[in-house]
């Protein structure tokens, strides 16, 4: 029982990365990444490590989604302000 | 045979496996109300695992997730209010079942474990987590235009 645990922990860690990478839009890569770093906790926790569990939780959960956010949202508001400059144009070529 | 870890087995599979579906496919509204189910599915498997491995002090990870789970989701919900505004996401059944799910194994747990200083904090728990839960979807569905209309 211990093992089938395990496994479902595993399986929801390797499907829930491979969609953070899969998925190319940052706002929705950091909603992915926070369920990741919840999975992440599961698993250290199945596998007897609660300490690491617990650290990852901390980072995983809301500090990592929100250093992403926040980096978009400042990009974004470069983008707005200088149409003409060299940021605006990329971030108008990298935009969805 | 361990009841508890069967249980726990079961809610990770099919409620992460479920959010995380939800999380990778859909717009925007759906992606968020999903992550924003993740953790309130994943603290009721903490408690299962915790008791299921009969160690107590695995429910401190319930609890850290009981608090950061809803301080994750309203990050989401105010960095992404713009985004949100035009459809704000409405998961009422969803929410509800992840409160009454959660409600219920803090409710079994709490009585697998007896009367003392563990049921205390299992039940502070069990509030944070379904109060979390819910302010955290008041929040997505709308709180937060509320809050910044006035």
């Known amino acids: 029982m211990t093992e089938a645990v395990i496994v479902v922990a595993l399986l929801l860690v390797g499907a829930c990365a491979t969609a953070a990478v899969a998925v190319r839009d940052p706002v929705r890569q950091s909603l992915v990444l926070a369920v990741l770093g919840v999975v992440l ?7 007897q490590a609660p300490d690491v569990g617990l650290s990852q939780l901390a980072v995983g959960s809301a500090l990592t989604p929100l250093l992403l956010l926040l980096t978009v949202r400042k990009v974004r508001r470069r983008a707005q302000r200088a149409p003409d400059g060299p940021a605006g144009r990329r971030g108008r070529e990298g935009g969805p | 045979m361990n009841g508890w870890i069967l249980a726990a087995a079961v809610v990770l599979a099919a409620g992460l496996g479920a959010t995380l579906r939800g999380v990778v496919t859909g717009p925007l509204r759906r992606r968020a109300a999903a992550q924003n189910l993740s953790t309130a599915l994943a603290c009721p498997a903490l408690l299962l695992l915790a008791q299921g491995y009969a ?40 929410t ?10 803090v409710v079994a747990v709490s009585v697998a474990t007896g009367p003392g200083r563990a049921l205390v904090k299992l039940l502070v728990i069990g509030a944070l987590l379904v109060g979390g839960n819910l302010v955290a979807s008041r929040a997505l569905a709308g709180g937060m235009q509320e809050g910044r209309r006035d």
Do not use: I
Request: hydrophobic share 65%.
């Open chain 2, 55 to 94: 160690r107590p002090a695995y429910v401190d990870l319930a609890l850290v997730l009981a608090v950061l789970g809803p301080v994750g989701t309203l990050v989401f919900a105010r960095l992404l209010a713009d985004e949100l505004a035009d459809d704000p996401p409405h998961a009422r059944t969803a």
């Open chain 2, 96 to 105: 509800f079942t992840a409160a009454a799910l959660g409600a219920a194994v």
């Open chain 1, 41 to 47: 906790a599961v698993l250290f926790t199945v596998l």
